[in-house]
């Protein structure tokens, strides 16, 4: 076990504040991203949805995708809001991607909501996905 001293407490509490300070970067970025839609982003944005530590940068990685990606059906975007639809940790992490999917490809979140909606243990996620096009 490590010492409670007051060097072990600051290195904590730096530790903390740079985890804050990377989320909210990520997330100032994904907005300027929504907002520019520079070439390549949607696949830098399909990264995030699945692989940012953080789930707010998750979150808002998938609504970005939702308007960056709307409408293309585009393949990468489609697998990664489809897996964190259905495996994401975090429901407003699942929620947002299959509200996200539906923008994208509205055909291939159909199947996806359908699993969601009979399957969930969230009640809001479950809602979404109804909304989606999953039935009951």
Known sequence: QSECTKENVVRIVRTVHLAILQTNVQRAALAAVERTRPQGAIGAVTTLVTRAKAWPARVRAAATLAVLAAGTHDKKAVEALSRAALSDKVALVREAAIIALIKVDAEA???????????????????AARGA????
Do not use: L, M
């Open 109 to 127: 979140a159909r199947g996806i909501a359908a699993k969601i909606a009979s399957s969930d243990v969230e009640p809001r996620v479950r809602d």
């Open 133 to 136: 096009g999953g039935v009951k």
